[in-house]
């Protein structure tokens, strides 16, 4: 049981089955036939003109910043961003594009007066800035729809654009209950991982409109991301979006479980206002050693990330009974 993350997932039978029997071609000639199907088929169902299907969640956002900014122009975005945190600066070091941090509210929203306030006026002192990005969940926690609509008008009056990170969009939307779309048509562009909760062993992709993402496909080609016979991915990927979403309630429910049972462990508290997809977060009291209680479980084949407070992500590969197992062997490590 693997409780770090829901990367960890590994492909469903049906992805194995149509993985063997993809038909491919050479994707950087425009040849793999599986390859386009998910690239058309999800442009469509997202409300796009157009998709790439990428290796990784980070190459997407990577391309999805470069195809909007180009070099000395800005990006703003919260300080809890992955696009900032946690893809090893790629914007900056391979776009010349500049991050403009904001410091994210505890529901994960940034004010838009402190957007408002970042945003430089043009004079040949000041980076440009062009772009909002948002990251939807983030941390696990989904942005209201309110604040989608808001933060749209605020970058159509400042004459911006606007990027989701939408790695779990997906979680998102079947948190709210809404079709994805209904969260996808205020942004300019998008990605989605597929190789998260959704079950696919390899990528994601990024939508926008067809000029964009001709873009973004020969910036794809020059930072190496041009895939072959990516056909054998791209049929798992689909699959992703067409047979995995409705996992993601039963993931959540565990989350909201998870929480609950952690809560009654001495020294664990977890604010259950924020689980509302996949991602627990709990505080430690100092009296937990939670190294030791890491070392205790990885013995009997349990795997959670320690860190204080420590991160728990439900997935496709754990289950309720799990969930069960996991918190009874913390209580009895405590
Ligand atoms: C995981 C993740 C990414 C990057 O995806 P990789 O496929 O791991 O590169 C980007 N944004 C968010 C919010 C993520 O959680």
């Given amino acids: 049981m693997d409780f770090r993350s829901d990367t960890v997932t590994r492909p469903t039978p049906k992805m194995r089955e149509a993985i063997a029997n993809a038909l491919v071609g050479d994707d950087v000639y425009g040849d793999d036939p599986t390859v386009n199907d998910l690239e058309q088929w999800a442009a469509q169902r997202h409300g796009f003109e157009a998709a790439l299907f990428t290796s990784s969640g980070t190459q997407a956002n990577l391309l999805g910043l470069m195809a909007h900014c180009e070099r000395g ?21 391979l776009g010349s594009i500049q991050p403009q941090p904001i410091e994210n509210n505890p529901d994960g929203t940034i004010d838009l007066s402190k957007l408002a306030a970042a945003i430089k006026p043009d004079d040949s002192h000041f980076a440009r800035t062009r772009l909002l990005s948002l990251e ?67 990528g994601s992709l990024l939508l926008g409109s067809k000029e964009y993402i001709a873009k973004a496909r020969r910036l794809r080609k020059m930072v190496g991301g041009g895939m072959r016979q990516a056909g054998i991915l791209a049929a798992a990927g689909k699959l992703a979006l067409t047979e995995q979403v409705e996992q993601l309630k039963v993931d959540h429910e565990n989350a909201k479980h998870l929480a609950t049972r952690l809560n009654e462990l001495s020294g664990f508290n977890v604010n259950a206002e924020f689980v509302q997809t996949n991602i627990v977060f709990a505080k430690l009291d100092d009296s937990v050693d939670i190294s030791g209680i890491a070392e205790q479980l990885s ?17 496709n590969d754990v289950s309720r009974q799990d969930i069960d197992t996991l918190v009874e062997k913390i209580a009895a490590s405590l």
Wanted: glycine share 8%.
């Fill in 136 to 202: 939807n969940t983030i941390n696990g926690k989904v942005l209201p729809m309110s604040y989608l609509a808001e933060a749209r008008k605020f970058v159509d009056q400042h004459g911006l654009k606007m990027h989701l990170d939408g790695a779990r969009v997906y979680n998102a939307s079947v948190a709210l209950d809404i079709d994805v779309k209904e969260i996808a048509k205020h942004f300019d562009s998008m990605t989605i991982c597929l190789s998260k909760g959704l079950c696919a062993p390899i």
């Fill in 299 to 315: 013995k009997q084949d349990i795997i959670i990330s320690p860190g204080n407070p420590i991160r728990f992500v439900t997935h």
């Fill in 73 to 93: 122009d800005e990006y703003l975005c919260g300080q809890q961003a992955h696009n900032y945190k946690y893809e090893a600066g790629g914007a900056a070091v």
